[in-house]
């Protein structure tokens, strides 16, 4: 990286933290610390609400995504508008009227303090684990793409944010999530300006459209449907997205206590509904923009020689195994197949200038065809990594956006964009820290360890909770550099658990007369019923939420009217 | 009295969330007709 884009970098890191001190004055007790003292406008909740579920793998995965398999992943957010809506309608007053800290709380006032420990437990183990990862997954791609030390890198990645977010707690967060999301956003956007820039003379906007979508990258609506019928263990169609979407978000968004922390430091219920609502307005066309920004990569890369595989770092290890005679034939026969591409693109600058529709159908069709011959040598080479077991991933979807950035965005831009990474990752870090310590103090250390602290010996212990939740997320992050597989296991780990969390909170809601005890034992029962059906079937995981809370409702109601029925009527 | 949940610009709450799912319908409507074009 050059200098000036060092420079870019470190302004625009040390210009957050400083904001983030900056922002840091409250008042020192709880309500000041994890609330804001419930004073924050309902602009300041969207863009805080944005920045905490927006990671950096936000930014870097969703442009490889529509790379690699088009457009289609915008389908995943179908199903959040409508649960802005429900949360609205549902938890949000509630929320409100009991003047709760966590969203935990409330489960105790209408079942019992184990249905409320457990629950806030599965919150802290899953949030936990994830933001270990949220720290390690950005730093990992950094690392291989720079050269930087992944362990330091960890540390500046989940380490830096701590300095402002313990001091300010959740104003803090939301102040520099204010801004973070400003810069990322332009970032975002003069790389997409850029791209277009960068495509040939005569290939404009429009024709870098049709092209992408002509080559199967704008794909955005979906149905799931084969020949055999609906594929189950298709991911991303528009069905999954909006039944699977909208349990998901509304476990998110409703029970995760790194969202409900945002929009309980509204000044009203009035300002937390309007954060939620806009939010529901802006977040899918956010990520059908971040998305196109791939679709237009990939047409860069129609005109520009593309890497076989993204990631160099498992390739050059892949060379010092036995298996790298095998790798070479594959890049042999790459470099047939990119002098193929070149040829074939040369004519379609002049072929769309001239509007020669049956010419350049001819031209699409035939790039179609080398499109699918390189996917099949990336197919191998992704092979070769797995079967000789290097280090890193096998997978070059993250890599694909922030490897066209380094080799080919302008001085200045490069560093603009790294800053990015950072600052996305500190947004969603920093909420999910101060919502660790809020659940672990509130729900823990309030109820078990220490019931009469002062005020100010509570602001006290809440920010040692916040530096004690960052040290774990940075060993976390530490701890798994280099253990690839069990990353995947970690992030598979939130869709066991939220569908069961959101079950409880439904029962909670909307089936009265089912208790504490029936509640618990069915949140058990529907947790192994999720990591079951994970273990032995191929359902697409964002199924996992929808069968986890559905499963919950029913042998609630189940047990309440069998088992449990005479501590109902005794009630 | 200043009642705290009045909603901005509309009458009730109930026509901002017509208004989001109005939007979603619109949305999808948009990326269906834009698929079918480009592809």
Known sequence: MSTPDWIVLVATLLSIIIYGIYRSRTTRDLDGYFLSNREMPWYLILLSIMGTQASAITFLSAPGQAYTDGMRFVQYYFGLPLAMVVLCITFLPIFHKLKIYTAYEFLEKRFDLKTRTFTSFLFLLSRGLSTGISVYAPSIILSSLLGWNIYITNIIMGGLLIIYTVSGGAKAVAYTQQLQLGIVFTGMFLAGYTVVKLLPEGIGFSDALSISGKMGRLNVITTGQTDQGFDWTDRYNIFSGVIGGFFLALSYFGTDQSQVGRYLTAKSIRESRMGLLMNGLVKVPMQFFILLIGALVFVFYQFNPSPLFFNKIPIEEVRQTSYRDSLSAIEKQHAVLIEKKKQAVAKLPSIVSAQADAEEEKVLTEMKGLQKEEEALRSQVKKIIKSSQVKGEANDTNYIFLRFVMDYLPVGLVGLLIAVIFLAAWGSIAAALNSLASATMVDFHKKFLSKGQSDEQEYKTSRLYTLGWGIFCIVVAELVTGMGSLIEAVNVLGSWFYGVILGIFLVAFYAKRVGGNAVFWAALAGEVLVIGMYIQTNLAWLWLNAIGAIAVIIFAVILQGTIFQKERDKG | ?39
Do not use: C, R
């Open chain 2, 1 to 39: 009295m200043y009642n705290e949940d009045k909603p901005p610009l509309f009458k009730s709450w109930t026509s901002w969330y017509y208004l989001v799912i109005g939007f979603l319908i619109l949305q999808v409507v948009f990326f269906a007709l834009f698929t079918k074009y480009f592809a």
